[in-house]
């Protein structure tokens, strides 16, 4: 008899390898796992093909679409979550794991089938987005409310057929009301960045730094209604790291607002993010109130460059800002409480948000958290 090697399959349709996956692969090896990473060839953002660059990478060819909310979409989506699951099913061995990042909803319908088939193999969901919870409220939310309530029940009725389930935060874990023996929340996490540099955030004015994606669901109202606020008692500058669809309107609106914009669009080197961000007393998390999320991406950037945060970020967020003091809960009083704190207190805040970043979303910690999943499993 020849040797038995175990396998896993990673799968994300789009592509969220560096986000979540890379540290279950490193988990996966670590416990002798060979493993393939199965994802589409077509990019979320950019809407054009694209070439996966992680090693030994299987990429499944996907219809591409032009809007995130069509139809277009949603049958992409399908049909990405059947092919991949028909190309796993022709696989001559079947895995012994199969983890698989949700949404598209329908990688749960095709991976409940397959689980049917294949009881031996264990199934691992992880929840990175509540789709189409997140899409922002308004008219045509509750215009296809009926649509978009079909669209979550194809995830909520087949989560169960999975072993277990992860969840980017514990507010997804609870709207899904997820049980305790096969769920856990597992935060995204980063390498530490140990080289912060010197702060030279200035004492007569108050610097805001906005990191990330500039799309549809940023609260470019909230963040302007702020700005406006503060700019009646002191000078303010809004340095800007990111880019996307609403950034001129952002600039724009900002400006308007009485901020000195600067504007350094996509920044990819850590050193120099890490410069702006030192000139810099608080990062702005805030998006559109009827998103649904309760931790970004962006956090945890802010968190790992030792800035604290302007939040309006619910639950998990909410909860640490306010448990730890790591940065401001936006409401009506957050202008007088930024223009009462001094720099030396924001100091301590930094201090404060380095070891929170450290307890939480430093990479080791987050591999211990796959491990004891695995003892689980």
């Known amino acids: 008899m020849g040797d038995y090697f175990m396998t896993a399959y990673l799968i994300s349709c789009s592509d969220h390898y560096d986000h979540r996956l890379h540290v279950l692969d490193e988990c996966l090896k670590s416990h002798g796992y060979s493993t393939v990473y199965i994802t589409s060839n077509f990019d979320h953002t950019s809407k054009n093909k ?43 061995t079947a895995p012994d794991i199969i983890a698989a990042i949700v949404p598209p909803n329908f990688i749960t319908y095709y991976g409940a089938k ?38 979550a029940e194809i995830r909520n009725k087949n989560l169960n057929k999975a072993d277990f389930v992860t969840t980017e935060c514990e507010l997804f874990r609870s709207l899904l009301k997820l049980p305790d ?18 702060l030279s955030i200035p004492e007569n004015q108050i610097n805001l730094c906005y990191l990330g994606s500039i799309n549809n669901i940023i609260g470019i109202e909230d963040i302007c209604e702020l700005i406006k606020r503060l700019s009646l008692k002191t000078k303010v500058e809004l340095h800007i790291i990111g880019k996307g669809e609403k950034e001129q309107e952002f600039i724009a609106s900002a400006k308007q607002a009485g901020a000195e914009v ?16 030192n000139k810099c007393h608080y990062g702005l998390n805030i998006m559109k109130s009827s998103v649904c999320i309760g931790l970004t991406m962006k956090s945890i950037d802010y968190f790992r460059h030792g800035i604290p945060i ?22 009506e009083n957050t202008s ?30 987050v591999l211990k958290q796959y491990d004891d999943i695995f003892s689980k499993l």
């Open 114 to 151: 397959y689980k049917k088939k294949h009881p031996k193999c264990k199934l691992i969901f992880d929840i990175f987005d509540m789709w189409p919870e997140t899409f922002p409220g308004g008219k045509i939310k509750k215009l296809l409310f009926p649509v978009f309530k079909i669209w």
């Open 50 to 92: 694209f070439k996966c660059n992680i090693p030994d990478s299987v990429q499944i060819s996907a219809m591409p679409y032009k809007k995130n909310l069509s139809l277009s979409r949603i049958l992409s989506h399908r049909k990405f979550a059947k092919d991949v699951f028909e190309y796993i099913e022709n696989l001559k």
């Open 262 to 277: 600067i504007f350094y669009g996509a920044v990819y080197d850590d050193d120099k993010k890490q410069d702006i961000i």
């Open 336 to 365: 007088a409480n930024i223009l009462s704190i001094s720099n030396q207190e924001n100091i301590q805040m930094r201090q404060q948000v380095d070891k929170v970043f450290a307890e939480k979303f430093e990479k080791t910690v």
């Open 310 to 331: 302007i939040n309006n970020i619910p639950a998990d967020t909410q909860n640490l800002v306010e448990s730890e003091r790591i940065g401001i809960q936006l409401n």
């Open 181 to 198: 023996k096969k769920s856990q929340s597992v935060y995204l996490c980063k390498e530490r960045f140990v080289n912060k540099g010197k």
